[in-house]
């Protein structure tokens, strides 16, 4: 199987029970919630002008690893 976000093989334990495509967790949750820059309040939702793009030096795996983290410890200061 191929996540639909971030085109990266899914593996049978990697699939998140939640969605009916092929799709890792932590992609899931990105397509859900945003990026870290719309998670952080940084992006054209908030500022004027932003963007919400990923980082560039990142996969998309990767930023939506970093949006879990980012929305975890931005709960965790709540």
């Given at each position: 199987?191929?996540c639909?976000?971030?085109?990266?093989?899914?593996?049978e334990?990697?699939?998140h029970?939640?969605?009916?495509?092929?799709?890792?967790g932590?992609?899931?949750?990105?397509?859900?919630?945003g990026?870290v820059?719309?998670?952080e309040?940084?992006?054209?939702?908030?500022?004027p002008?932003?963007g919400?793009h990923?980082p560039?030096?990142m996969?998309?795996?990767?930023?939506?690893?970093?949006?879990v983290?980012?929305?975890?410890?931005?709960?965790?200061?709540q």
């Amino acid at each position: 199987m191929i996540c639909l976000w971030c085109g990266e093989p899914v593996a049978e334990s990697e699939q998140h029970s939640d969605f009916k495509q092929p799709m890792h967790g932590e992609c899931g949750f990105r397509t859900i919630m945003g990026s870290v820059a719309h998670i952080e309040h940084r992006c054209m939702c908030y500022v004027p002008g932003a963007g919400e793009h990923d980082p560039p030096h990142m996969t998309k795996r990767q930023a939506a690893r970093a949006a879990v983290l980012a929305w975890t410890f931005w709960m965790q200061r709540q």
